[in-house]
T-cell receptor, first 116, second 119 residues
Framework: GAVVSQHPSRVICKSGTSVKIECRSL??????MFWYRQFPKKSLMLMAT?????????EQGVEKDKFLINHASLTLSTLTVTSAHPEDSSFYIC????????????FGPGTRLTVL | QQQVKQSPQSLIVQKGGISIINCAYE??????FPWYQQFPGKGPALLIA?????SEKKEGRFTISFNKSAKQFSLHIMDSQPGDSATYFC??????????????????FGKGTKLSVIP
């Protein structure tokens, strides 16, 4: 149980375009979803936390106008990278948890974004 | 502080040997300590986790040892296998708000340890 999927798994886009990444909880209702960014051979860096139906809380240094997060339902959160640039190329990973799971987060498989 | 310090950065172990990865934290508000395994190009997967009221937890070949007074915890992989070759992250979690709901818990990750188990 507690499976999270992400789509797409890989995306290549041109500089200046916007890219949307979907994160779905397949067998549980994710009251909270988290978005992380991971550079090659580095750790996961939390970008933002979102609770269903409310605005996301962004970590310091993360541009909220560039990384738009929507958590419209208990099973879906989206991350839109607006006006992408090569420096936005990274591995983006989402996770979710539910009310009774407390600290435990269930991670998606990640999305590799490459901006040309 | 938020930092979780992890060592070593990389580790090479012979097949059948014991792999040991260590983590230390500063913030005594942390109350949940998971370990994640990540293969290249994949998301992290929960391996094993412990809470500070327990000093050791074992699941199969994986054991967490927890020293609350020293604010340290470690992962031991017994009988290490080539299939265990991956990057391992320790993490610590704490509540970030007054609300005790699920959304109040954030994970702080260590920098990771790349484990290579050689035949």
């Amino acid at each position: 149980g507690a499976v999270v999927s992400q789509h797409p798994s890989r995306v290549i886009c041109k500089s200046g375009t916007s890219v949307k990444i979907e994160c779905r909880s397949l067998d549980f209702q994710a009251t909270t979803m988290f978005w992380y960014r991971q550079f090659p051979k580095k750790s996961l860096m939390l970008m933002a936390t979102s609770n269903e139906g409310s605005k996301a809380t962004y970590e310091q240094g993360v541009e909220k106008d560039k990384f738009l997060i929507n958590h419209a339902s208990l099973t879906l959160s989206t991350l839109t990278v607006t006006s992408a640039h090569p420096e936005d190329s990274s591995f983006y990973i989402c996770s979710g948890n539910y009310r009774d799971s407390y600290n435990e987060q269930f991670f998606g498989p990640g999305t590799r974004l490459t901006v040309l | 502080q938020q930092q979780v310090k992890q060592s070593p950065q990389s580790l090479i172990v012979q097949k059948g040997g014991i792999s040991i990865i260590n983590c230390a934290y500063e913030n005594t508000a942390f109350d949940y300590f998971p370990w994640y395994q990540q293969f290249p190009g994949k998301g992290p997967a929960l391996l094993i986790a412990i809470r500070p009221d327990v000093s050791e937890k074992k699941e199969g070949r994986f054991t967490i040892s927890f020293n609350k007074s020293a604010k340290q915890f470690s992962l031991h992989i017994m009988d290490s296998q080539p299939g265990d070759s991956a990057t391992y992250f320790c993490a610590a979690s704490r509540s970030v708000g007054a609300d005790s709901g699920a959304g109040s818990y954030q994970l702080t990750f260590g920098k990771g340890t790349k484990l290579s188990v050689i035949p």
